[in-house]
Antibody, heavy 125, light 110 residues
Framework: QLQLQESGPGLVNPSETLSLTCTVS??????????WGWIRQPPGKGLEWIGT???????YYNPSLKSRVIISVDTSKNQFSLELSSVTAADTAVYHC?????????????????WGQGTLVPVSS | QSVLTQPPSASGTPGQRVAISCSGS????????VNWYQHLPGTAPKLLIY???QRPSEVPDRFSGSKSGTSASLAISGLRSEDEADYYC???????????FGGGTKLTVL
């Protein structure tokens, strides 16, 4: 069973870069049919898609965040990562990593069959 | 403001049937599959329905999805206390060129 676990700093200062890593177990980030995503949930609000990456390295980002986001894959560590630059208090959220495709139920990037439990990242000085 | 519109809350008593709506437009629900998620804060969201009305094998058949035009619906029959959670619809938006989520519906089992 594929499992995902987010990790990163517990607090980020305004204007700095938020960096998170998602460690994949029970599966491989090198799966040619899988896609890997980041979704966040600000306090008291709904889910917001941040971006998606395929093993090929092709990435898709939320247009509202595109200028500040980089998602990458590290095959040697079986991880994928999120970098969000120039953060403000509005970026405070629980950040989830997620997986779709891989011959499972999902083939569209709005569909993720496996999720991490999420990590809260406050942005505050 | 979410691209997909869901009622902020819904409720029912044990054993009842409840339905949660998700309204969109021709650029999202009207032309792409809809997925539904169940989410308890602090836990990993769970995929309930994919491709409008398909259910993962581990999801009970009490959960069902449907779609008509630019609206979709999640129905839960035989409501149980453990169904109390937040529910989100999601689909791809051709205009925004990315996935979009509804604002979420908090289901309370009375």
């Amino acid at each position: 069973q594929l499992q995902l676990q987010e990790s990163g700093p517990g607090l980020v200062n305004p204007s700095e870069t938020l960096s998170l890593t998602c460690t994949v177990s029970g599966g491989s980030v090198k799966s040619s049919t899988s896609y890997w995503g980041w979704i966040r949930q600000p306090p008291g609000k709904g889910l917001e898609w941040i971006g998606t990456i395929y093993y090929s390295g092709t990435t898709y980002y939320n247009p509202s965040l595109k200028s500040r986001v980089i998602i990458s894959v590290d095959t040697s560590k079986n991880q994928f990562s999120l970098e969000l630059s120039s953060v403000t208090a509005a970026d405070t959220a629980v950040y989830h990593c997620a997986h779709g495709g891989g011959g499972g139920y999902c083939y569209s990037t709005s569909c993720y069959a496996h999720w991490g439990q999420g990590t809260l990242v406050p942005v505050s000085s | 403001q979410s691209v997909l519109t869901q009622p902020p809350s819904a409720s029912g008593t044990p054993g009842q049937r409840v339905a949660i709506s998700c309204s969109g437009s021709s650029s999202n629900i009207g032309s792409n599959f809809v997925n539904w998620y169940q989410h308890l804060p602090g836990t990993a969201p769970k995929l309930l329905i994919y491709r409008d009305n398909q259910r993962p094998s581990e999801v009970p058949d009490r959960f069902s999805g449907s779609k008509s035009g630019t609206s979709a619906s999640l129905a839960i029959s035989g409501l149980r206390s453990e169904d109390e959670a937040d529910y989100y619809c999601a689909t791809y938006d051709d205009s925004l060129r990315g996935p979009v989520f509804g604002g979420g519906t908090k289901l309370t089992v009375l």
